[in-house]
Nanobody, 123 residues
Framework: QVQLVESGGGLVQAGGSLRLSCAAS????????MGWFRQAAGKEREFVAT????????YYADSVKGRFTISRDNAKNTVYLQMNSLKPEDTAVYYC????????????????WGQGTQVTVSS
């Protein structure tokens, strides 16, 4: 089993930056692909970014390309989401997820989920 805990959410002004962290249970973390998803109030949960086990492959939703960066540090059992040039439409609860399979943009491709962290971007 893998347990995930997100942190780093909060309130930020439009145009600002924020870095989210997701700490995972240590056992075999480096074997898992990781993803970030978000869910705005009243909306469906949507894909944000994903990174494979080695960190050599990344993929981003069109809405965040050029602004967000996903990375991982397997020695620290942690995945990050650096968010720059934030917009009010980025406001959502952000979730990290892990998969023992190949990474994808599909929700049902992930085996484990964190409880989420709130990100609010003000105008």
């Amino acid at each position: 089993q893998v347990q995930l805990v997100e942190s780093g959410g909060g309130l930020v002004q439009a145009g600002g930056s924020l870095r989210l962290s997701c700490a995972a249970s240590g056992r075999t973390f480096s074997s898992y692909g990781m993803g970030w998803f978000r869910q705005a109030a009243g909306k469906e949960r949507e894909f944000v970014a994903t990174i494979n086990w080695s960190g050599g492959r990344t993929y981003y939703a069109d809405s965040v390309k050029g602004r967000f960066t996903i990375s991982r540090d397997n020695a620290k059992n942690t995945v990050y989401l650096q968010m720059n040039s934030l917009k009010p439409e980025d406001t959502a609860v952000y979730y990290c997820a892990a998969t023992a399979q190949v990474v994808s943009s599909s929700l049902n491709g992930y085996n484990y989920w964190g409880q989420g962290t709130q990100v609010t971007v003000s105008s």
